[in-house]
């Protein structure tokens, strides 16, 4: 009887965490046939990825869905007419130790609806994680959620024991969080942030006196973003991100397209798509900013607040800044580089390193994994007899698109009108 009471709590909170995307989440199939404690398929194991590129899988779970608060978006909010559940702390440990024991999990990703307090809440859940330390010895992965409004001496608690800590922001603008969540302060969701970073900058400086400082949220903290719940431009988004990530220092923002959950005249209608195109440009533009050099300016501005939905944002900017190019493959340094459709980051290094020896032609560039089918309008390289054609913007794009496929091509749609 226990054991069913124990899988019906897991199947509710598994499937009420799924809305949370901040760990990098997917589905796992792996069953048990002989009636044990750790049947997995559809019920809470999803994947991350370390930073060294592993993949790790994680038991993705709510302490409790019951909410003391009312947020439009949620679908554990208040009103909502589901089915409620929670578990003790003692049946979460207890659960993370046989799914690991079982060779099922890597560690731990706890997250909870607010009952009665923020500070009973998350008081519960760095319990859990203190247990899991100190009693059962686990050295797993630890991803904690904070809980807006939660006291600074918890938040230090946590990352004594958690490996992340994140605090998920929700709207990505103040204005839209009355809207959608009048009860709840942007301030609530400041100061855990604050904190985390404050103590993540202290252990730092510690660390370098004292070698055997106590590691605190060894890897970082993140936050998340919903999308397409209000009416925020692309720019009012990334704008947000660029933000947190420079004055918080977030190991990374998630953006979760916003899953219609309630009929609410606040809120896209029922039935309406999930904004996943929109969503894969955001994060494409994410990593534009973190790792390509570019600015929010650049890419997102008040003549041009929405990104392109049928190209990517690095294309979009470069068929925008067409004096720009093209660049010369053979002399260009890496920043300049970055900026050209169709070359990665392993591709750059790769021309960087190889046309030390040589100067490089199409050829080459093939057998290095350049992009040509982008790359090609916007460069010139060593290849006898070849002419930068003189096209516009609109010329070159159609082109693209003519001899391009991908999984959003039937997505090219009127998804964003709504936030025109």
């Known amino acids: 009887m226990q054991f069913e009471r124990i899988k019906q709590k897991l199947n509710i909170l598994a499937d009420a965490a799924k809305y949370d995307v901040s760990c990098s989440s997917s589905g796992s199939k792996r069953t048990n046939t002989n009636k044990g404690l750790g049947d997995s398929s559809g019920m809470g194991i999803c994947h991350s990825y370390s930073e060294d590129g592993r993949c790790i899988s994680l038991l993705k779970v709510l302490l409790t869905n019951y909410c003391i608060f009312d947020c439009a978006y949620c679908v554990s909010r208040r009103s909502n007419d589901i089915e409620r559940a929670a578990f003790k702390i003692q049946e979460i440990v207890d659960l993370t130790i046989n799914f690991y024991r079982r060779n099922y999990i890597e560690g731990l990703f ?19 994680a203190k247990k899991l330390r100190t009693e059962e010895n686990f050295n797993g992965y ?16 946590a990352g004594l024991y958690a490996d992340r800590i994140s605090v998920n ?77 420079k004055k918080y220092g977030m190991k990374r923002v998630y953006y979760s397209g916003y899953v219609p959950v309630a009929e609410d005249k606040r809120l896209p209608p029922m039935g309406s798509s999930v904004p996943m195109l929109r969503e894969n440009r955001l994060y494409q533009t994410d990593w534009l900013l973190r790792f390509y050099g570019f ?47 169709g ?15 040589r100067k490089l032609n199409w050829e080459h560039l093939k057998k290095i994994g350049v992009a040509l089918n982008r790359a090609k309008y916007f460069i010139v390289c060593d290849t006898q007899g070849w002419k930068h054609q003189d096209l ?7 082109l693209i698109l003519q001899n391009s496929s991908g999984k959003f091509r039937d997505k090219f749609s009127t998804q964003l009108r709504l936030f025109n």
Do not use: C
Not at 112 to 120: L, V
Not at 178 to 200: C, G, S, T, W, Y
Not at 218 to 226: E, H, K, L, R
């Open 392 to 398: 516009d913007a609109s010329k070159i794009k159609g």
């Open 169 to 245: 922001i929700e709207v990505p603008t103040v204005s839209g969080l009355k809207l959608l969540a009048p009860e709840k302060k942007h301030e609530d969701f400041i100061k855990p942030m604050q904190k985390v970073r404050n103590e993540i900058l202290r252990y730092q400086e510690e660390k370098k006196i004292i070698k055997s400082t106590p590691k605190y949220a060894a890897a970082g903290q993140s936050t998340q973003m919903i999308i397409g719940a209000t009416g925020e431009t692309d720019k009012d988004i990334m704008y947000s991100a660029d933000y947190y990530y």
């Open 343 to 357: 070359l990665g980051i392993q591709s750059i290094h790769k021309i960087i390193s190889a046309r030390r020896f």
């Open 142 to 157: 630890i991803h904690l959620k904070s809980i807006p409004g939660a006291s600074e001496e918890l938040m230090k608690e």
């Open 110 to 128: 706890l997250s909870s609806g607010i009952f009665k307090s923020p500070d009973y809440t998350m008081e519960r859940l760095v319990s859990v």
């Open 295 to 341: 600015r929010v300016a650049e890419l997102l501005n008040k003549n041009h607040p929405n990104l392109d939905i049928d190209v990517d944002p690095k294309l979009g900017w470069a068929l925008r800044n067409l004096s720009y190019f093209p660049v010369d493959i053979n002399r260009a340094d890496k920043i300049v580089l970055a900026r050209v459709p």
